[in-house]
Each structure stands twice: as structure tokens, then as C-alpha cells.
């Protein structure tokens, strides 16, 4: 668990920055962190403010705002249906980190990672339609249920989120149950095994938020088109871009929140 510790100390070390550079970096301020998340619990009521064990608590952030949380959001249809996903075996202390076997990307496919992250959330799209007209079955074969958690990153300045999932039965999933509802394309560059920073004794799968703060520039710079984007925004946004990373997990995340 290499990986999930060193950016636990680096959450841990990195000293707060309130200053604002929203609109030069893509990053949100604690203050503009909280403005966000206000105004997605006011667009979004499945989203609600949590609050951690005082143990756990971040002192920059107001007691009962120390997260946000929606809970039993269901997943029918797998993200990795065409892929293998596997634990590396070599015995190392990266021991969360996934290989992965999938399809050679298509041409559309480009070196620069923010450029594939953004074609994948534009190719994602029509697919996440059709998914949102299907019906759920409770179908404890394949009827899954996320409790999705969002945190305030201090060392990358934005949001990160956390998935924790179950089975239909209600039964926890492990860890290589919930990679298969990640995107193949970003499980292995993104995705890591963490435990839940703001509970005890819960396994996560968290998004890792170091290309968080370039996508949501791109992003916003499309949203300006349509007359801009304010920080409090933010987490609406943000959501579009964790829709193309867990595609199957059937959340809202309209934009027409931001009208």
C-alpha cells in the first residue's frame, strides 16, 4: 500500500493555501471548496455535507462539512466488460496497484493524457444516455451499490473522491470487485486501493487527483462557451469528468444544475 501511504504523508504536509486561482489553475480554495459543495447539495439532494470522527477531522474544514457523500448508488452494467483485470503478484509493496489486459486504444487515442481525457468523457457520453434509460433490476447477480465520497485534496488543491461498494446482497465488494467499475482507461493510471479517510476500518477505491485540476480546465473552457463557469460550479463539473472514469455507476450529474 505504498502508493496510498505517500499520499497520506503529502496530504499531511502539504501546508494550506487559501489564496484563489481558480480561474488561472482549475484549483478550488478551501472556502471555494465548501461553496461548491453547498451548491451541490442545494442542486443535488442525494448529496449531503458528512462529518468525520474528531480524530479525523480536518481543522481548515467546518465540523460537519468535512466530506460529501451520496449513498447506494446503483451500478448494473460493468465498466470492464471487454477487459481482465488482475492483482500484480510480484510481491511488492505497490501491491494496490492494478494490471491491466485490455484492447489496444483506437486512433482517436493521443499521447497527451489530458486530451485522451477528455475524448473518453466525450465518447462516454451517448453511452451514459442510454444507460440512464435502462431499467434497474434488483438482480443481486449484477446489481451493485456505491457510497461515493468526495474530499478536499490540500496537496493537488482540488476534489478527490472516493468509491466504497456492495453487492446487491448488501456485502462489501473488495477492492478487485470495484476496479471493475472503473474505466479500463483509467484504472491503471488513476485508480488506487486507499482506506477511507474520513472512517475507520473502510476499504476504498479513491480517484487519484493529480490530472484533476487540467481536465476540469478543459472542461471549463468548454462551459464558457455557454456563457462561463463559477467556482461553486465546480463539483458539477467535476462529476461530468468522474462519469467517464466509472460509467456504469448511475449517478446525476446534469449540467443543467449550472443553469
Known sequence: MLRSKLSSWREYLTPINNTSNFDEKGELSPDEFIAAGDFLVAKFPTWQWGSSPPQLQKPFLPPDKQFLVTRKVPSVQRASALTEVHFDENGDDDDDIIQVAAPQLTANAV????????????????DLADFDDMEIVNNDSKLRKYDMYITYSTSYRVPKMYLVGYGGDGVPLTPQQMFE????????????????????????????????????????????????????????VFLKFIASVCPGIDYDYTMDALA
Open 181 to 236: 467499475d472503473i474505466n479500463a482507461d483509467y484504472r491503471d493510471k488513476t485508480s488506487t486501493i486507499e482506506k477511507l479517510p474520513v472512517a475507520t476500518a473502510t476499504t476504498s477505491v479513491s480517484i487519484h487527483p493529480c490530472k484533476h485540476a487540467n481536465v476540469m480546465r478543459v472542461m471549463m473552457a468548454h462551459a464558457k462557451e455557454s456563457g462561463g463557469v463559477r467556482a461553486d460550479h465546480y463539483l458539477v
Open 111 to 126: 499521447n497527451d493524457e489530458i486530451a485522451d481525457m477528455e475524448a473518453l468523457m466525450n465518447a462516454n457520453d451517448d
